[in-house]
């Protein structure tokens, strides 16, 4: 539908673009936030660098990976490996606190607000800065969440007590806001026990991370029932709506972006917002009621 439309880009002054965003966030009767990767990069869930070396070292040392993208599709020789890495891997980014709090600036900017969120991330941050579990739909998985890898049904298992004791057995010690560390002298182990192995409580066959990936991904009974949700709420809306898109690039534009301008186009109460580094943008038939600001998202939240 927008393919072939003119696409207009963030412009016009920074404070201005500011205060007409903290005008419209005030007057919304409801907000629908649709978040992407750009968010909890933003929150300093980063898969390179510094963090990347802090938790992974020994693994790019033995496996000359550089970051933790290029770690998750590396062919470990056994499911013992495998399991090390993926471990650590969901750890460090599902039950570890975020290292900066946008996600809680967020929740504090639309606490009071008829608010529903999409997003395509799987790191479950929304949920732990406070945003009530019956306004999101996950529509990507969750890192928490075990499912069959054939899958021969359609549940999903949460996965917190065995990649603890995984990592536990790497030699991990787990700290504050969840925070690992290696005690002193301490070199961690890039093995886990055979019998940490998750199996499948059905067919005995290997569990995997509930991540859509290919056409195995499981959409279990909370999946659906978050996703009614969100087409009731969206049904519901009879006043003024901010459609806030933040961090949302175009590797599934179809779920959240195309969606929200469409929306925009069609409801003349609505406006749409985008904070996007680089990437913030909008079809010309809705640039009279977007607001697209190219910066940092947690910055922005801050100002506001």
């Given amino acids: 539908m927008f393919s072939r439309m003119s696409i207009a880009r963030s412009t016009g002054n920074y404070s201005g673009n500011i205060l007409k965003l903290k005008r419209v966030l005030a007057d919304a009767e409801h907000v629908v936030i ?13 898969y390179s660098g510094e963090r990347f070396e802090k938790y992974f070292s ?13 770690g998750g599709f590396y062919p470990y020789l056994s499911q013992e490996k495998f399991w ?5 891997y969901i750890w460090v980014n599902r039950y570890m606190d975020a290292p900066k709090p946008v996600y809680d600036r967020l929740y504090q900017l639309v606490k009071d607000k008829d608010y529903f969120v999409i997003t395509t991330n799987v ?15 996950y529509t990507q998985g969750d890192y928490g969440l075990f499912q069959c890898s054939e899958p021969c049904h359609s549940r999903t298992y949460d996965n917190e007590d065995i990649i603890r004791s995984m990592v536990l057995a790497q030699g991990w010690e787990i700290g504050e806001g969840n925070d690992l560390s290696l005690p002193e002298g301490v070199q961690a182990g890039m093995t886990v026990p055979s019998e940490l ?6 067919c005995g066959k290997p569990l995997t991370m509930n991540l859509r990936s290919d056409d195995r991904f499981v959409e279990d009974e909370g999946w659906h029932e978050a996703a009614e949700r969100y087409r009731e709420f969206l049904t519901s809306l009879t006043g003024s709506t901010l459609f806030l898109e933040l961090g949302v690039g175009y590797n599934t534009p179809g779920i959240i972006k195309y969606p929200f301008w469409s929306m925009t186009a069609k409801d003349p109460r ?21 607001i697209l600001i190219d910066s940092d998202i947690g910055e922005i939240l801050a100002d506001i």
């Fill in 270 to 290: 609505a406006t749409f917002a985008s904070i996007n580094l680089g990437e913030s943008v909008c079809p010309g038939q809705i640039r009279d009621r977007a």
């Fill in 34 to 46: 649709g978040a992407g990767a750009g968010l909890s990069t933003s929150a300093g869930f980063v």
């Fill in 123 to 137: 790191d479950h941050c929304f949920q732990k800065a406070g945003f009530s579990k019956d306004r999101l739909f």
């Fill in 84 to 88: 090390a890495y993926w471990s650590r």
């Fill in 58 to 70: 020994d693994f790019a040392e033995n496996y000359h990976f550089s970051d933790m993208y290029s």
């Fill in 197 to 202: 192995l998750p199996v499948c409580p059905v």
